[in-house]
């Protein structure tokens, strides 16, 4: 099978449970690192501008989309995604996709032939602008859902240069693990192994790889040397700012990406609970933490039931909350399509039965760290209200960084077009 009909299967899956990483993962995993990284292009990049190419697709056609059989409209996909995005040339990829096609159908191969032809004198810019709406009209060119747009219009200024932000394929960063080893000794490693890197401007455990590289032939992949991690991410754990000797809580802690940093941050010598409700995501969490090379409690429990840990114990709880997840769209496209207002204020429910929960095990004068990986106002601001209202105490943050996401009183907002990191919200709190 080639990569261009493993794309189009992949993306047949896709449309089936609007997932792309699993289908992904099941059909590209006896590849080799070039040509699955091509098919990440093709699949990401696709699901990534879906809106705007269909919209091509069907001026260039004269017929809609979603009338097509899944493998010829998936395959009119990638190949206007090539055309409009990528530098492969142009009758190569028309030639390419054809053959994919011509497997499946040859009748279908002669109707892709012509459309791809058109696509590629196609000017999808000057198209757009021919749409009177305008809130529409940005919702194709960068390929949102328009009640996205219409909302991230209100809530920020700049929203023109989110959408761009939330469509740039992010950096790929590593946070290095100081119970193993130290940023110095593990730079003169990849200075070795001949691996562009630059530290991250001011998280120095945080170095971004430069080009592609494959993550297993990075010195110390096997080791638990680092950890691959967005500097957003890192921050709730950085913010919560955990001390040696203290009793920590991590919840919805899986796959460990957090608590992996807090061990690190305190060099294993914190008392460090980690627990989830999801259980196969709980073995991942358990092999991350081995990997580290961390002591960790880990529990399968669902805190807002009956709970197993101690009240008024822990001195400082990290809630990185179950989210809609909108502010890491750019590492995961397809979260342009699974989501809805309805899902918002379903998580917002489950956000604050976890600030409730969370309040009864934080020990008086303990801290506590929420953060949602999301750009919405439900699961962001207005559950920092709740939190007041429950008894939490909006408190400053120990740890500032100027600019870096507009620091006011006890929370902080930081976006991939002002930060070059995922879309995160952070609120810190004393009982």
Same mark, same amino acid.
């Given at each position: ?249 991590? /919840?919805?802690?899986? $796959?460990? +990406? %957090? ?5 690190? #941050?305190? !060099?294993?010598?914190?008392? *460090? ?55 890491? /769209?750019?590492?995961? $496209?397809? +979260? %342009? ?5 309805? #899902?918002? !204020?379903?998580?917002?429910? *489950? ?76 609120? *810190?709190?004393?009982?």
């Amino acid at each position: 099978m080639s990569t261009r009909e493993t794309a189009v299967r992949i993306l047949c899956n896709f449309e089936k449970d609007l997932k792309l990483k699993p289908h992904f993962e099941s059909l590209t995993n006896h590849l080799n690192f070039r040509d699955r990284s091509f098919v990440r292009e093709l699949t990401s990049g696709s699901v990534r501008f879906l809106k705007l190419l269909d919209f091509s697709i069907e001026k260039a056609s004269g017929k809609k989309q979603k009338k097509q059989k899944p493998f010829i409209r998936n395959a009119l996909r990638i190949l206007a995604y090539q055309l409009f995005f990528m530098s492969v040339p142009a009758y190569a990829t028309l030639y390419e996709t054809v053959e994919a096609v011509k497997k499946v159908s040859r009748k279908s191969a002669g109707f892709v032939n012509a459309v791809g032809k058109k696509l590629i004198s196609f000017n999808y810019r000057r198209e757009i602008e021919k749409i009177p709406d305008e809130i529409e009209r940005t919702a194709t060119l960068f390929s949102f859902e328009t009640w996205m747009v219409e909302r991230w219009k209100r809530f920020y200024p700049d929203y023109i240069n989110l959408l761009e932000g939330l469509n740039r394929t992010p950096p790929l960063f590593l946070r290095i693990n100081r119970t193993k080893t130290s940023p110095e000794n593990f730079a003169k490693l990849l200075e070795k192994a001949n691996i562009e890197f630059k530290p991250h401007p001011f998280l120095p455990d945080m170095f971004r790889i430069k080009g592609r590289v494959e993550i297993t032939s990075i010195p110390g992949y096997r080791e638990g040397f680092f950890y691959i991690q967005d500097p957003a991410s890192f921050l709730s754990a950085v913010l919560l700012n955990p001390q040696q000797n203290e009793k920590i809580l991590d /919840i919805a802690a899986a $796959p460990g +990406g %957090k608590t992996t940093a807090i061990g690190s #941050l305190t !060099k294993g010598k914190a008392e *460090i609970t980690a627990v989830d409700i999801d259980e196969e995501r709980l073995k991942l969490l358990k092999e991350n933490v081995q990997k580290a090379g961390l002591k960790c409690k880990i529990l399968l429990e669902d805190i807002t039931k009956r709970t197993s840990l101690p009240e008024n114990y822990f001195d400082r709880i990290l809630l990185d909350a179950p989210c809609s997840a909108t502010g890491v /769209i750019r590492r995961h $496209p397809e +979260g %342009k399509w699974n989501k809805s207002l309805k #899902l918002i !204020k379903h998580n917002q429910k *489950i956000q604050r039965a976890l600030l409730k929960s969370a309040y009864k095990l934080l020990k008086p004068g303990g801290y506590l760290l929420y953060s949602v990986c999301s750009l919405e106002r439900e699961e962001g601001e207005e559950n920092v209200e709740y939190a007041v209202s429950i008894g939490f105490k909006p408190v400053q943050f120990d740890i500032k960084f100027g600019d870096v996401g507009k620091n006011r009183k006890n929370t902080m907002r930081v976006f991939p077009h002002r930060d070059n990191m995922d879309g995160f919200f952070y609120a *810190i709190f004393r009982k």
